[in-house]
């Protein structure tokens, strides 16, 4: 955990913020215009700020799984190359997963007051970032010199729903488009005295929700503090356009890469077991949504459920159905996967019968990562993380598992408390004791495409959505997840 003196990523120097007045100093007094921290209409521009890179904290918002290390590594090694070019010290570049051993971090609230400690003497902003985020320094750095770094800010590429939404717990039902929260895509930036009065409250009052939905939306609806703090700030040169786009240059300080991650060859399909969690009562309307769609691309597929039917097939798992939580049956599935009574393979993936998912996608993205480590992939909540609690895979959106974590799981004695207890969160207990990471995949949904913002879904390639409830759901599937040409490519099915 933290300790009550200030420090830095144990990959930084301590020597970091030493001043010299040798330094090279950037500074911008051109008459753009930036909005203030009050209110979108409050137009503030410092025209003679002079702002040094090293006055910047770099956060990339890392996990710790191997793969996404050395992403960040590189990320951090092309920002600090940049900065070379800039200055002769370095600016502070943290890898988020390393500042402490508190896995709950990642949620950024907690991590506030160790920010506000270690950084508020001799830095102006916090700027966040994910691992492919794109950065030009040199233009970043020119965006922030037009606002006053003395002054409470929040700036961002603003988000907005279209419709209230059960992932934002039906914020702003009335008008949910008037709320604005950012897209850490493009990068997100945090003023130190804004740091420094957040972290007071955060260490003063607890966080009212103990659930971790979608952080992005949370981190802003603390900071807008019921219309009492500031409001997201729009910057135009905060982008999620492609590096090759036209203006991206000329006008984007920050890029993205909109491909799918690719690391090599995609694993095989034979390599993939898919378990589905259905129920006698789903047989007959959600079963044919998934054979209509997405069952052709899966190698091995096999159907779990209260039930022994022929027609479909599906397998009797020998625990009863539930109405919420589905534990008992996801813990029968697991163990199912380590027996004889499958194939062996090296990926098992757990599905609800309403999830869509894109299988082909799928493999792609496993090629990233190592299956002899305990992986276990998919969207990231979490729960009671400014009390000590946990992260846990939301179950809707798909659980992707390789065989080491499975068996380290089971291994463990980890087991449900009753058969309808939450699957996914029990799941995450059990990795928290065993100190095994969740990893995180944006491109995982536990809810349908209509629940997200049309300006987030417009630059990622998802794999998957659930639910079927007022969509069509194969409508849906061919309209986000269906992709010919690769799964042509990728072969055929087996059946079990």
């Known amino acids: 955990m933290f300790s009550d003196k200030p420090r830095v990523s144990r990959k930084v120097a301590a020597g970091c913020w030493v001043l010299l007045l040798s330094l090279l100093h950037i500074s911008f007094s051109d008459g753009s215009s930036g909005k203030g921290s009050q209110s979108q209409d409050d137009v503030h521009v410092s025209h003679n700020n002079q702002l040094d890179l090293r006055e910047i904290v770099f956060v990339l918002q890392s996990q710790s799984n191997s793969f996404h290390v050395r992403q960040a590594e590189r990320r951090r090694a092309d920002l600090l190359k ?76 603003p988000l907005q729903d279209e419709e209230s939404t ?13 709320f604005k929260y950012p ?53 135009p040169e905060l982008c999620t356009e492609p590096d090759d786009s036209p203006q991206t240059f000329s006008r984007c300080a920050t890029t993205l890469s909109r491909e799918l991650p690719l690391c090599g060859e995609p694993v095989k399909r034979e390599d993939i077991f898919v378990a589905v969690k259905t129920c006698r009562k789903f047989h007959s309307d959600r079963v044919p949504v998934i054979k209509k769609t997405w ?8 159907y779990y459920s209260d039930h022994a039917d022929p027609s479909i097939p599906t397998v009797d798992i020998g625990i009863p159905n539930t109405e919420r939580g589905h534990c008992g049956k996801t813990f029968a599935i697991l163990e199912r996967f380590l027996s004889a009574s499958v194939p062996k393979t090296t990926w098992l993936v757990v599905v609800d019968d309403d999830t869509l998912i894109s299988l082909p996608r799928l493999q792609m993205l496993l090629s990233c990562y190592n299956s002899s480590e305990a992986v276990c992939l998919g969207e990231r909540y979490g729960y009671g993380l400014s009390q000590g609690g946990y992260s846990y895979i939301t179950g809707g959106g798909g659980m992707v598992f390789s065989r080491e974590a499975v068996v380290q799981l089971l291994r463990s004695g980890c087991r449900c408390y009753s058969n309808d207890a939450p699957d ?33 879904l ?18 849906v599937f061919n309209k986000w997840l269906k992709d010919d040409t690769v799964s042509d490519k990728l072969g055929v099915k087996t059946e079990l």
């Open 82 to 157: 940049q900065a070379q070019s800039l200055t002769e010290k370095a600016p502070l570049v943290l890898l988020l997963h390393s500042l402490s051993d508190n896995e709950g971090d990642w949620s950024i609230l907690p991590l506030l007051p160790h920010l506000s400690h270690s950084f508020r003497k001799n830095s102006s902003w916090i700027v966040f970032l994910e691992e492919e985020t794109n950065v030009r320094v040199t233009k970043l750095v020119q965006v922030l010199a037009k606002f006053d770094k003395n002054k409470e800010w929040f700036l961002g590429k």
């Open 166 to 178: 059960i992932i934002h717990h039906y914020a702003f039902a009335e008008n949910p488009s008037i």
């Open 183 to 235: 897209d850490f895509s493009a990068a997100w930036a945090l003023s130190i005295p804004l740091v420094v009065r957040l972290a007071s409250k955060v260490k003063g009052e607890p966080l009212k929700s103990d659930f971790t939905i979608d952080l992005k939306h949370e981190v802003a609806l603390y900071i807008w503090e019921n219309g009492n703090g500031p409001h997201l700030t729009a910057v």
């Open 295 to 302: 069952e052709k691309d899966a190698f091995f597929i096999q």
């Open 424 to 456: 996914d969160m029990v799941l995450g207990m059990c990795l928290n004791a065993l100190g095994l990471p969740v990893t995180h995949s944006p491109l995982f949904h536990q809810a349908r495409p209509e629940d997200y913002a049309r300006d987030l």
């Open 458 to 475: 417009a630059h990622q390639v998802p794999i998957s959505f659930h639910k079927h409830w007022n969509i069509d759901p194969v409508a």
